[in-house]
């Protein structure tokens, strides 16, 4: 087998490690928001697999391994998102108005994982919760930031603090994750615009949310 086979043969065996990963991650997250993670076991995560217990330790040691890996993926997953938006250079307006509604997006097509994200936080071992922690309030930092942007832009008005209104907002978007519903008569992206309209509807005048904003 020449050097090019053997390469080939090797991103084939990655790829293919890399899907099964995706799977245990989805089934780990539809197990633990379905049962609870405690009540959850490494036995009924293989079964739900179709494989063996023993394979399933072939790609991840452990139950606190599963749990840390999936708030791993929402938080880098949501930080890259909001960070897309931020670079496309919107106003302070269109940018939050963005930011919202693709985290509504997230939310709502992965309303397991974000389950298991906003309910068993208590859960993750203590070795990973404080980093876990930091990177969640590094996200809601940036979020602050282009809130206050707005404020002093004047673009942005709220009867509270820069802090309390983001909360507001971030508050409001990932609740619907509780009560969302598939099939409904909106589309996904009219959904999400639907629902930042609203929570921005308090503090953002239509004029401010100009035509250029990008729209799915």
């Not at 995560?45 to 072939?58: Q, T």
Request: charged share 20%.
């Amino acid at each position: 087998m020449s050097v090019r086979q053997r390469r080939s043969e090797s991103l084939k065996v990655q790829q293919k490690v890399q899907a099964r990963r995706r799977e245990i991650y989805a089934a780990a997250a539809e197990l633990f928001s379905t049962h609870g993670y405690r009540a959850a076991s490494m036995r009924e995560l293989a079964a739900a697999l179709g494989m063996s217990k023993a394979s399933l330790y072939h790609y991840v040691q452990s139950k606190e391994e599963l749990l840390t890996l999936l708030y791993t993926e929402v938080i880098a997953e949501n930080t890259a998102i909001m960070q897309a938006v931020i670079d496309l250079g919107l106003s302070a307006a269109e940018t939050l108005r963005e930011v919202l509604v693709q985290r509504v997006l997230y939310t709502i097509t992965r309303q397991r994982l974000l389950r298991v994200f906003y309910e068993e936080e208590l859960e993750l071992p203590p070795t990973v919760s404080g980093p876990m922690r930091q990177e969640r309030q590094h996200y809601e930092h940036t979020l602050l930031s282009v809130v206050q942007r707005g404020l002093d832009e004047g673009v942005l008005t709220s009867p509270v603090s820069a802090q309390m209104t983001a909360n507001i907002l971030l508050g409001a978007v990932n609740w619907t994750y509780r009560w969302y519903k598939a099939g409904g008569p909106l589309r996904a992206r009219e959904f999400a615009e639907g629902v930042a309209d609203t929570a921005m509807g308090g503090i953002v005048s239509p004029s401010a949310l100009t035509a250029d904003l990008v729209r799915g």
